[in-house]
């Protein structure tokens, strides 16, 4: 058995050409391609085939024939394959045994996969978290801490890189020592939210960054439903943090009920416009998780095999999160600065509040926060709000 899915040096798939030739043609998407290579039996033979013939593919009629043939060659493949070579991109075919096979099995796989990094076989045992852009500190903190115990236990979790739940599910992943898979909703030339650019290259160093999309593409709307069913695909199981009643979380969910993956939820505040989307999974059937013995119970037999280890795997991972990330003692803090670090905690505090709690002039506390921020000690929230890291 070869030790990679996709990536370490072994190249693209043999003909990936003719499959990006017709994938990228107008008018075809996963569905449609399906369908033409259905139809005529070979890529040879889609692309060789007259308008009048390819009129005959169902759903196609002969003004989308039209289309489709006309479009054949527009798309400059030879550019794009010396891009990939350029960027360090793998691309895969969905009749490469390599292609993973948990997003084969969905109902509409992308029939060309571009990868960053390495996809392993071990990546199959997967759970995606997912959840809002706009989350809460609350929020944060369970992505960051699920994705931290399951990665520790062996699981890869998979997200898409988004602003929020996204980007904690990775990090978290990654203090783990853990392997994540982040899926664009643009091409892999492109990293979205660009802030995430060191995120991107952790990702690359420690799993994959994935794309059904050309290398060019810019991070339109219209393409994050799509990478949501792929996010769906690559896992085993979904777990939805945070979601408003029309979070893109939810369609990832809804992939996932469609292709038989499990969805669970983790519960927030009953009053929270973020949790809306969340709650109602949970009542319309998603499991309401609260530690990862639950999502071990979710797994069903899986779940059950790996529930020792798994729990033993967490519990180390709870105790080495609840150290605190500095070593206080060891840094060289003026009196402001540790009577300021000292009176702030997990839970966020307004500035007016931590005025209060040192006895500062408001002065000395405005410029103490700012060399803490410096420091890499604390994190600034909207609203003047502050927080340790």
């Known amino acids: 058995m070869e030790d990679y899915v996709i990536g370490g040096g072994q ?11 017709v994938i990228r043609a107008d008018e075809v998407g996963p569905k449609a391609f399906a369908r033409l290579l259905k139809y005529f039996g070979s890529l ?14 169902k759903r196609i ?3 989308t024939a039209e289309r489709i043939a006309a479009s054949f060659g527009k798309f400059d493949v030879a550019k794009e394959m010396a891009l990939a070579d350029k960027s360090g991109v793998w691309i895969v075919h969905a009749a490469d045994k390599r292609y993973p096979p948990a997003l084969k099995a969905i109902y509409d796989p992308p029939p060309v996969l571009y990868v960053k990094g390495t996809l392993e076989r071990s990546d199959s045992l997967a ?4 959840g809002s852009r706009r989350c809460s500190t609350y929020g944060a903190e369970q992505a960051s801490r699920f994705a931290h115990m399951l990665a520790s236990a062996g699981f890869t979790i998979i997200s898409g890189m988004a602003r929020g739940i996204d980007t904690a599910a990775h990090r978290g992943a990654l203090t783990a020592g853990g392997r994540t898979v982040a899926v664009q909703g643009c091409g892999l030339s492109n990293v979205f939210p660009p802030e995430n ?8 160093q420690s799993g994959a960054c ?3 999309l050309p290398l060019q593409y810019e991070p339109l709307s219209g393409n994050f439903p799509g990478r949501n069913r792929i996010i769906a695909g690559l896992s085993m199981a979904v777990l939805v943090v945070e979601a408003s ?11 996932a009920m469609d292709n038989n993956r499990e969805v669970m939820a983790i519960p927030g505040k009953v009053d929270s416009p973020i949790s809306t989307g969340t709650h109602r999974l949970i009542k319309d059937g998603a499991r309401l998780v609260d530690c990862v013995a639950d999502v071990m119970e979710t797994l069903g037999r899986i779940g059950e095999g790996l529930k020792d280890h798994v729990h033993k795997a967490a519990k180390e991972a709870q105790a080495k999160m609840d150290l605190p990330l500095f070593d206080v003692s060891r840094l060289n803090l003026s009196d402001d600065e540790r009577t300021v ?7 966020p505090k307004h500035i007016e509040e931590i005025i209060a709690l040192t006895n500062l002039a408001a002065g000395a506390v405005n410029a103490t926060v700012i060399s803490l921020r410096l420091k890499g000690l604390l994190k600034q929230l909207p609203g003047n709000l502050f927080i340790r890291k």
């Open 197 to 204: 650019e060191k995120l991107f290259e952790h990702i690359v």
């Open 341 to 347: 670090y000292e009176a702030l905690d997990g839970e």
């Open 11 to 21: 190249g693209h798939s043999a003909d990936i050409e003719k499959w990006l030739a």
């Open 61 to 63: 009629g002969f003004k």
């Open 245 to 255: 009643g029309r979070s893109g979380a939810l369609i990832t969910a809804r992939a």
């Open 210 to 212: 994935v794309s059904e």
């Open 44 to 57: 040879d033979g889609v692309l060789g085939a007259s308008v009048s013939e390819l009129a005959k593919v």
């Open 127 to 130: 759970v995606a978290i997912v």
